[in-house]
């Protein structure tokens, strides 16, 4: 793979995963996902691999998707919901679903923030391993929208926590993550890297196909519970709120409320 934003390495049964963005605080351009799809594939068809960590260079694990393209723009930008539609479905919704589906463990190792998109990144992996700086966010309503592509807030966060914090566009902290079962673990900061990597070759010592079995389970239970069913409907109220802001804003959906959005972040910035 010819990769620019994403590291790949193989160890001892290990796949790791490292997105490698960090001037952009590891946001998520069409490459990237393309790049990180690639590594996930790869490692989801190497015998040589027992389970995958994904995890990101920098202060921070992934601001969430790159609107680099639109931010600075004043002018009105042509949209297609269908060709918008039809791109979020596949790279958006549809990689993070695939990613969960990877029948191997893996593990996520998250450091400072991870926002909205970002929550797409750590969600599909099955365990989670955070830095006690980690804070986790999708405040997105501000753009007209009900949450990310891929709405497991319900399930990550519980239905009330859930509720509060989409209502609000806070963060919760990794300790909170924990305490609610989003996140297993809390590290310091700069022992995340290693606690992640002491986790994933402990889990590779087990059986490969017992392994597969064991998260097949966890999994099957969560679709039977109606995990997969409500994540594709609540992705197309996403796509209604984005046809909605599109018609307010007469160009690419939701460009006001993210310029809104930034302008919040950069007040409590000088704040």
Same mark, same amino acid.
């Given at each position: 793979m010819d990769l620019d934003h994403v590291l790949y390495e193989v160890t001892d049964g290990v796949a790791v995963i490292t997105l490698n963005r960090p001037e +952009? #605080?590891? +946001? /998520?351009?069409?490459?990237?996902?393309?790049?990180?799809?690639?590594? *996930?594939?790869? +490692? @989801?068809? @190497?015998? #040589?691999?027992?389970? =995958?960590?994904?995890?990101?260079?920098?202060? &921070?694990?992934? #601001?969430? &998707? @790159?609107?680099?393209? %639109?931010? @600075?723009?004043?002018?009105?930008?042509? *949209? &297609?919901?269908?060709?918008?539609?039809?791109?979020? %479905?596949? &790279?958006?919704?549809?990689?993070?679903?695939? *990613?969960?589906?990877?029948?191997?463990?893996? =593990? +996520?190792?998250? /450091?400072?923030?991870c926002i909205a998109a970002g929550l797409m990144l750590c969600w599909p992996c099955d365990l989670i391993v955070a830095s006690d700086n980690a804070q986790f966010s999708d405040p997105v309503l501000a753009m007209g929208i009900c949450g990310v592509e891929l709405h497991a807030h319900a399930w990550e966060f519980g239905p009330r926590k859930a509720k509060e914090l989409l209502f609000t566009g806070e963060a919760i902290t990794a300790q909170q993550a924990e305490q609610i079962g989003m996140v297993n673990r809390v590290v310091p900061l700069e022992e995340l890297q290693e606690a992640t990597i002491n986790l994933a070759r402990k889990i590779a010592r087990n059986d490969a196909f017992a392994l597969r079995m064991a998260k097949r389970a966890v999994n099957q239970t969560m679709d039977i519970q109606g995990y997969t069913n409500a994540i594709d409907s609540i992705f197309d109220m996403h796509h209604f709120g984005h046809a909605r802001a599109a018609l307010v804003t007469g160009g690419i959906p939701s460009l006001a409320g993210l310029r809104a959005m930034q302008d919040k972040g950069k007040a409590r910035s000088k704040g």
């Open positions: +952009a #605080a590891n +946001a /998520q351009s069409r490459k990237v996902l393309e790049e990180l799809d690639g590594c *996930w594939k790869s +490692a @989801d068809h @190497d015998p #040589a691999v027992k389970v =995958i960590v994904f995890r990101s260079n920098g202060k &921070h694990f992934s #601001a969430g &998707h @790159d609107m680099s393209s %639109t931010r @600075d723009s004043s002018e009105p930008v042509e *949209w &297609h919901a269908d060709s918008y539609y039809d791109w979020e %479905t596949r &790279h958006y919704l549809g990689y993070a679903k695939s *990613w969960r589906s990877v029948p191997k463990p893996s =593990i +996520a190792a998250v /450091q400072g923030k």
